[in-house]
T-cell receptor
Framework: DQQVKQNSPSLSVQEGRISILNCDYTNSMFDYFLWYKKYPAEGPTFLISISSIKDKNEDGRFTVFLNKSAKHLSLHIVPSQPGDSAVYFC????????????FGTGTLLAVQP | SQTIHQWPATLVQPVGSPLSLECTVEGTSNPNLYWYRQAAGRGLQLLFYSVGIGQISSEVPQNLSASRPQDRQFILSSKKLLLSDSGFYLCASAGGWTEAFFGQGTRLTVV
């Protein structure tokens, strides 16, 4: 049962344009959402997060939007840069003591120069 | 910030051999610890998580086990490896509401 889904396995964007990565979840108990970036043969690195009490969080070129009613979140990267090329994972958590992070399947972003 | 040490970085093991991957954490105390696996072309699957010494929760039935003998040490083991155990194994550490920090991973190939 995939509780966190990233339906686009890959995305190609031109440098300077906006990249939009999408993520859907099924568990209404999730209340904390994160995006991670991963290069091959390395561990994921944290990018940005959002709590369910917010619908938007911005950090430089990265913005995460949360639509709780649709159980949908998205990561916007603008402007996209070639160094952004990586696999992006969204993750969700019920928060609290255990903070069990459930990851999506990932989206491979390729930013073309 | 936290630092997660994982070793070895790569490992090639024959089918039926045992496995022991170790993860240690610096820069925090009493973290929640996780083992994830990324199989080829797939996402990050949560295998085990631990909220304290000796406390292990298994997320999926499998050929692997985990142990937490010390607060900042998390071990992934198998008595007999299967071909399907091949993958990229990641250890992670997190506090209650904070993001998880990951180790650099171990690429396991079972031959």
């Amino acid at each position: 049962d995939q509780q966190v889904k990233q339906n686009s396995p890959s995305l190609s964007v031109q440098e300077g344009r906006i990249s939009i990565l999408n993520c859907d979840y099924t568990n209404s108990m999730f209340d904390y959402f994160l995006w991670y970036k991963k290069y091959p043969a390395e561990g994921p690195t944290f990018l940005i997060s959002i709590s369910s009490i917010k619908d938007k969080n911005e950090d430089g070129r990265f913005t995460v939007f949360l639509n709780k009613s649709a159980k949908h979140l998205s990561l916007h990267i603008v402007p996209s840069q070639p160094g952004d090329s990586a696999v992006y994972f969204c993750a969700a958590s019920g928060g609290g003591a255990t903070n069990k992070l459930i990851f999506g399947t990932g989206t491979l972003l390729a930013v073309q120069p | 910030s936290q630092t997660i040490h994982q070793w070895p970085a790569t490992l090639v093991q024959p089918v039926g051999s045992p496995l022991s991957l170790e993860c240690t954490v610096e820069g925090t105390s009493n973290p929640n610890l996780y083992w994830y696996r990324q199989a080829a072309g797939r996402g990050l699957q949560l295998l085990f998580y631990s909220v304290g010494i000796g406390q292990i929760s298994s997320e999926v039935p499998q050929n692997l086990s985990a142990s937490r003998p010390q607060d900042r040490q998390f071990i992934l083991s198998s008595k007999k490896l299967l071909l399907s155990d091949s993958g990229f194994y990641l250890c992670a550490s997190a506090g209650g509401w904070t993001e998880a920090f990951f180790g650099q991973g171990t690429r396991l190939t079972v031959v």
